[in-house]
């Protein structure tokens, strides 16, 4: 009898790290870094109502060490979108998730996990401020600004990232790899042999 899963199985064996050309971020850097940012956000939010809005589904690692570098009392809300098929952004936006929460009179911070071309976020942006928040503002751990489509406002960024596919810390090629503790670059092998 043939096992269906026994080409997965293989393909895994050396674990996730084979397929992973170049780490960029790892994870003691990534963490000081969220930490600076939420110093960052949590002395901008003095005094505001603040709602986080993460965007599903790459940014939840991000979003969990993120909050919790911020002393302040906030809501958080998620929203899922998808713009991507295989490593290309296509520019159409889906809202798959949307909000539970009302966004009038909030201070709405949005936080991704990546800003590529742009074209997720000035979607999201446009569709978000039709709500009436009070403010509202960009945070996002990785900023691609070599490919850049659509110019959008980043108050918060991580690092800036080099124009190359990358994994990991909720960043995934077709679902998988969120669970690195790490970024890094895929081998173009992986997604050129699909
Ligand atoms: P944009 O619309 O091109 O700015 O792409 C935004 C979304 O595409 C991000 O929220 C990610 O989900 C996904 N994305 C963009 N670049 C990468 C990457 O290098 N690795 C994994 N996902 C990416």
Redesign the pocket.
């Known amino acids: 009898m043939t096992n269906p899963d026994q080409g997965r199985s293989e393909r895994w064996q050396g674990g996730l790290s084979n397929d992973v050309q170049e780490v960029l971020f790892d994870a003691e850097t990534i963490q000081r870094r969220v930490d600076e940012l939420g110093a960052e956000i949590q002395e901008a939010y003095q005094g505001r109502d603040l709602l986080v809005v993460a965007?599903l589904k790459?940014?939840f690692p991000f979003l969990a060490d993120l909050v919790r570098a911020i002393n302040l009392p906030m809501k958080v809300d998620f929203m899922a979108v998808s713009?991507?098929r295989g490593?290309k952004?296509t520019?159409v936006?889906k809202i798959l998730k949307d909000l539970d929460s009302s966004l009038v009179g909030k201070d709405l911070l949005i936080v991704?996990?990546?800003?590529?071309?742009?074209?997720?976020?000035k979607y999201l942006l446009e569709n978000l401020e039709t709500r009436q928040p009070a403010s509202t503002a960009v945070c996002t751990l990785?900023d691609?600004k070599a490919?850049r489509?659509e110019k959008v406002d980043v108050r918060f960024s991580g690092f800036d990232?080099p124009d190359?596919?990358?994994?990991g810390y909720g960043?995934?090629?077709d679902g998988i790899y969120r669970n690195l503790p790490y970024i890094g670059v895929?081998k173009p092998s992986v997604y050129q042999k699909d």
């Open positions: 965007i790459g940014s713009s991507y490593t952004s520019g936006v991704e996990d990546i800003v590529d071309t742009g074209l997720t976020l990785l691609k490919v489509k990232c190359a596919f990358v994994i960043l995934d090629y895929l």
